[in-house]
């Protein structure tokens, strides 16, 4: 059974862009470049044909996958989340016990995670400690390098 995934609106929209991209742009160079090599003769000693077609396996996988988490995504309707407690698209203000830095991270679904924006995904270790958390908490969290203790400061939409 596949793995339900929650986005937002905008992180569908992403997805199906990508897929898009893949199958009306990708896929038809592959195909190009297999045909150009195929072209070139011989197609056991053919490095570029070799090439090319693990380039279209790796591609077709990667559109299966994608196809996959969209067939398996659920939008989450923003209106009803509350920020009683951490859950998924709520956005945290966490401070760091041990040296009294503050953060603050929106969790999100895997695929849109992106570090820069300080969007962390649900999966992530911090964010599986983090969530069912009230304001005044403190998390103990098990990371690479030994366990941290965060304290939720604020929890907002």
Known sequence: MAKVSYVTEQGLEKLKKELEQLETVERPKISQQIAEARDKGDLSENAEYDAAKEAQGMLEMKISKLKD??????????????????????????????????MEYTIVSESEANLKE???SVNTPIAKGLLGKKVGDVAEIEVPNGKMEFEVIEISL
Do not use: G, Y
């Open 69 to 102: 988490t969209i067939a398996n995504s659920r939008v989450l309707d923003q209106s009803k989340l509350n920020t009683s407690s951490v859950q998924i698209l709520n956005k945290v203000k966490i401070k760091n016990k041990k040296n009294n830095a503050i």
């Open 118 to 120: 300080r969007k962390i």
